[in-house]
Structure formats: structure tokens, C-alpha cells
Nanobody, 124 residues
Framework: QVQLVESGGGLVQAGGSLRLSCAASGRTFAGYAMGWFRQAPGKEREFVSAITWAKITTDYAEFVKGRVTISRDNAKDTVYLQMNSLKPEDTAVYYC?????????????????WGQGTQVTVSS
């Protein structure tokens, strides 16, 4: 059974940092892109960032560029999202994703596997 398990969410003040982790298991993820989406209350789910298996290509949504860094450890099948300079508008549930795509893709339908999500709350 494939599982993506996120951790690292929580409550932080504006300007603070969080590091999200996502551990994947249940199959080999070689060749899979992995990434993050988020969904705030009352809003649509949106792409945040993604990284290829080879770690050569990354993609970031405009609203996180310069504040967020995505990385992965293929030996551990784990992807990370380092978030700095957090803003109240970053408050959302963050979902880890994995998809059989050679390039990062901003379409949610690209990703076959989704985690349960981890809550990030940024207070002003």
C-alpha cells in the first residue's frame, strides 16, 4: 500500500520558518516527481512546488519564490519543503504528492499519490 506521510506542520508567527517532510513508502518512486500542494479554507487547491527524481529541475509557484526551497532524499524516499518568511496567507493544509512524470507539473491530476495533509497556521 502506497503511503505519503507528511510531518512538520504547526503554528508559527509571521516571519517564522517551518520545514515540512513527506516520507513515501509502498513502492519504488524512482523516476517520480514529488511536490507539494496546499488548500486554504474556502479556496481551491493550488500548486506550491515540485522536484524531479533526479533533483535537476524544480518549480515554484510565484507566491513562494524566494521563500521556499524544495529538496528530496531519494535514498529515503522523502521530500522536504523548507519555508521561510512565512505570511498569514500561507495558512493552509499542505499536501505531499508523487507522480510518474519526468518533469515537475503544476496540474494536480498529474500526481497519482497524495498524502493526508499537514496543517500550517501562520499568525499575524
Amino acid at each position: 500500500q502506497v503511503q505519503l506521510v507528511e510531518s512538520g506542520g504547526g503554528l508559527v508567527q509571521a516571519g517564522g520558518s517551518l520545514r515540512l517532510s513527506c516520507a513515501a513508502s509502498g513502492r519504488t518512486f524512482a523516476g517520480y516527481a514529488m511536490g507539494w500542494f496546499r488548500q486554504a479554507p474556502g479556496k481551491e487547491r493550488e500548486f506550491v512546488s515540485a522536484i524531479t527524481w533526479a533533483k535537476i529541475t524544480t518549480d515554484y509557484a510565484e507566491f513562494v519564490k524566494g521563500r521556499v526551497t524544495i529538496s528530496r532524499d531519494n535514498a529515503k524516499d522523502t521530500v522536504y519543503l523548507q519555508m521561510n518568511s512565512l505570511k498569514p496567507e500561507d495558512t493552509a493544509v499542505y499536501y505531499c504528492v508523487a507522480g510518474a512524470t519526468g518533469l515537475p507539473n503544476r496540474q494536480a491530476s498529474t500526481y497519482q499519490y497524495w498524502g493526508q495533509g499537514t496543517q500550517v497556521t501562520v499568525s499575524s
